[in-house]
């Protein structure tokens, strides 16, 4: 079976900015760090409520 190429970005240069950024955040593609991010703004909007 052959592996799907990924698509040219539209943009390169604000893809080059997108992948930079994503790297200085420490993204990951499997979502973990989006799952923090999620959970300390809940727990932040859960304080903040008190």
């Not at 592996?3 to 943009?11: M, R």
């Not at 760090?33 to 300390?40: D, G, M, V």
Request: glycine share 4%.
């Amino acid at each position: 079976m052959t592996e799907k190429k990924k698509p040219e970005p539209d943009d390169a240069e604000q893809s080059a900015r997108f992948v930079e950024t994503a790297k200085k955040l420490e993204v990951d593609e499997g979502g973990t760090a989006f799952e923090k991010a999620l959970n300390n703004l809940k727990n932040k909007k859960d304080s903040d409520l008190n």
